[in-house]
């Protein structure tokens, strides 16, 4: 009998390897910073902020998505946001930043890839995010095809220090995995 289980942890342990083999999955890691500026609309997530100020940028400026675009587009090895949309480009003055997630998963789409989780972190003093979070989950678990559940996002503040402590901008963090569709 001592045999036999021996035989079974080596079978199981070499289909372990040869589905992590096939199974291809990459992680992206991703980082984004937006100055902000008084009587600007303050878009995170897809969801307006109410706030004093806003993030300043070519799209909408949305710090969190751009994150999760660069997580994403790195993960599959397909440069970064700005290669792919260019603050030069006047097609995206203006634009939604969820439109610019769709895209990134068209992308990835392309190369055989979907996503399989988002881990994302935004430093910011202020506003509070918690009550915003649920709203943001939708609005990108729309973008994406993800459900709810694989949508992580926590907020920070920078203990009052340098430009973030100050409220002169924002940061976002953000992880992913994609693996071969």
Same mark, same amino acid.
Request: charged share 20%; proline share 3%; glycine share 10%.
């Given at each position: ?6 035989? %079974?942890? !080596? ?21 984004? +910073? #937006?100055?902000?500026? =008084? ?7 897809? +969801? ?14 949305? +710090?969190?998505?751009? !994150? ?8 599959? /090895? ?5 290669? #792919?949309?260019? /603050? ?28 399989? /989780? ?16 649920? %709203? ?5 678990? =729309? ?14 503040? /920078? ?11 924002? +940061? ?10």
């Amino acid at each position: 009998m001592p045999h036999r289980l021996g035989y %079974q942890i !080596a079978y199981t342990g070499c289909i372990l390897l040869y589905i992590i083999r096939v199974m291809k999955i990459k992680v992206g890691f991703g980082f984004d +910073v #937006h100055q902000m500026k =008084e009587g600007h609309p303050f878009i995170v997530g897809g +969801v307006q902020l109410e706030h004093h100020a806003g993030a300043f940028g070519h799209s909408d400026a949305d +710090v969190l998505v751009h !994150a999760i675009c660069d997580a994403i587009l790195g993960a599959a /090895n397909l440069e970064d946001i700005g290669y #792919h949309f260019p /603050n030069t480009d006047m097609r995206w003055k203006g634009i939604s930043s969820l439109l610019l997630l769709k895209e990134c998963m068209a992308l990835i789409a392309a190369k055989g890839y979907t996503l399989g /989780n988002i881990d994302a972190m935004l430093c910011l003093e202020a506003p509070k995010i918690k009550p915003y979070i649920p %709203q943001m989950k939708v609005k990108l678990a =729309e973008a994406t095809g993800l459900d709810i559940d694989d949508i992580s996002i926590k907020a920070t503040t /920078n203990e009052t220090m340098g430009f973030i402590g100050r409220q002169e901008g924002v +940061v976002a963090y953000a992880v992913c995995l994609i693996e071969r569709a």
